[in-house]
């Protein structure tokens, strides 16, 4: 007989001294539904905006089940953001409710009602009152569900807004490129705050009928590969730069129960995809997408990976490529009605009305429609996964009293595939290697971690077009 939906295995949670606790559906709608009641008595309604800064832990979970059932809209944020980073999300979503680890809420704006993790165990103790959880709301695939925050080249990060139906169209994508399986055991590895995180940590699995493995530890290797077949993982997600890393650092082997490893975020290089088949049998799989659009191509499930592609198409997505001559790259280009997870709008309430969506990544095609990732044609930088605006690296830097200028651009690295590079003319200083390691542990005070620049080079005066913008290409090919 099957068991009921109640009683499969729905999270396997695992915290950072590697202690498993396993949480069932059952356990995960009724914590969910208290959570819901809790929200409700500090004021939060349907349509509200809830923010969330926790790690990997099944507090995150929970806190963004409770949104949907209630009809509140979540939004999670990276644990690495700063105050200056909050700032700005919150001055645009201006969330009704800050769900938060207590070491993390200290960089939250003044005026944000919070919620911490002490708070949140007292509403999962079935030995204390509770509050009634809240109704279930009735929504419809256009009604908001999920705020993500992207990068840009020459402003500030936008809020991406995402509807119900975003949700329930990671079906394609888990089916044909993430590849979990019923009774799978699925790890994602991504930080909560980003894309990748909230349609693949645990709505891809759920999606195929597998469980999810969240971890709230740091990434560690050894650790990893140890943790994955200790667990007994089927399906591997990880950021290519954890690909390269566990290549360089580890002992690759195989895992008996691991049948299938996927990577997004930014190009994995063939070198690192053909030590994983020699080692493992297995190839990790890339696949593209980006925050406004959801998962766009994959090499799929049950096809040889390209090595060096990001795939092709998922099925029912129709892509062009524009500006390619003779093979050559040209800008990747998305039907937007043909995606069940493009996005409904910016926070700022801008639509997309046109019928092609310009991804502004240049892509070519071989013989087979394999797309090959060649460049963006904008500024953003790639790195470890993570897309940084160069705006946001050279805020920081001009926060800091000896830059008279700066500008952010991508270097190429064997492990991170970029990293940012700052060129600054200094104010009133002599450059030097004090000046650079005093602007990079000042841009991890004021931004987040991952944005400082690893390299920093001085100059007299940056390159500029005659209507004054920094000539950022010409210093990426410096």
């Known amino acids: 007989m099957e068991r009921s939906p109640a009683s499969r295995l729905g999270i396997v949670s695992v915290d950072a001294e590697a202690n ?47 949104c949907w059932r209630m009809g509140a809209v979540a939004l999670p944020c990276n644990t690495m953001l700063r105050r200056a980073d909050l700032e700005h999300r919150v001055a645009t979503a201006n969330p009704k409710l800050c769900v938060g680890e207590e070491g993390l809420l200290g960089e939250l704006p003044d005026g944000v009602a919070t919620m911490t993790m002490a708070e949140v165990a007292e509403v999962l103790d079935e030995d204390l009152p509770q509050e009634t959880p809240a109704s279930i709301e009735e929504m419809g695939p256009e009604d908001p569900a999920l705020i993500v925050f992207t990068s840009g080249t ?24 993430f ?24 709505l891809a699995p ?62 994995l290089d063939p070198e690192t995809i053909a030590a994983f088949r020699a080692a493992t049998g297995l190839e990790p799989a890339d696949g593209y997408g980006q925050t406004e659009t959801g998962h766009v191509t994959g090499n799929l499930a049950g096809e040889t990976v390209r090595q060096g592609s990001m795939g092709r198409p998922l099925p029912g997505i129709e892509t062009r490529i524009v500006g390619s001559e003779d093979g050559s790259a040209g800008e990747l280009q998305l039907r937007a009605a043909s995606s069940p997870t493009f996005f409904s709008r910016y926070l700022d309430g801008e639509r997309f009305e046109g019928e092609w969506w310009a991804t502004g990544d240049l892509v070519r095609a071989d013989a087979d429609g394999y797309l090959f990732f060649e460049g963006r044609d904008d500024d953003i930088i790639l790195s470890a996964g993570y897309r940084i605006g160069p705006f946001e690296v050279e805020s920081a830097l001009q926060s800091h ?25 200094p104010r009133d200083r002599e450059p030097s290697a004090e000046l650079a390691r005093e602007l990079q542990e000042h841009c991890k005070r004021v931004a987040a971690p991952y944005k400082f620049p690893r390299q920093v080079d ?21």
Not at 182 to 187: F, H, S
Request: glycine share 8%; proline share 5%; net charge positive.
């Open 401 to 425: 009293p000896a830059v008279a200028e700066a500008a952010a651009v991508a270097a190429p690295d064997p492990e991170r595939g970029s990293v940012v590079r700052a060129v600054v003319v």
């Open 20 to 66: 498993r606790r396993d949480w069932y559906f059952g356990e995960l709608i009724a914590c969910s539904a208290g959570l819901s009641g809790a929200f409700a008595a500090r004021g939060v309604k349907r349509g509200d905006v809830v923010m969330t800064l926790v790690g990997n832990r099944i507090e995150w979970v929970l806190t963004l089940l409770a």
């Open 206 to 267: 759920w999606l195929t009928g597998a469980a999810a493995v969240i971890h709230d530890g740091r990434f560690d290797p050894a650790e990893r590969l140890e943790l994955a077949a200790a667990l007994e993982v089927n399906v591997l997600c990880q950021a290519p730069t954890e690909y390269r890393l566990l290549a360089k650092r580890t002992a690759l082997r195989p895992l008996p129960q691991l049948r299938r490893m996927v990577s997004a975020g930014e190009p």
């Open 458 to 478: 001085f100059v007299a005066e940056l390159p500029k077009t005659s209507s004054g913008k920094i000539k950022r290409a010409q210093l990426r090919q410096e």
């Open 179 to 202: 590849g979990s399986r019923k009774g799978d055991l699925a790890w994602c590895t991504t930080a909560t705050g980003w894309s990748k995180s909230a349609r693949n940590v645990f």
């Open 154 to 177: 020459t402003g500030e990060p936008r809020g991406v807004v995402h509807a119900y139906r975003y949700l329930f169209g990671q079906q394609t994508q888990a089916e044909h490129w």
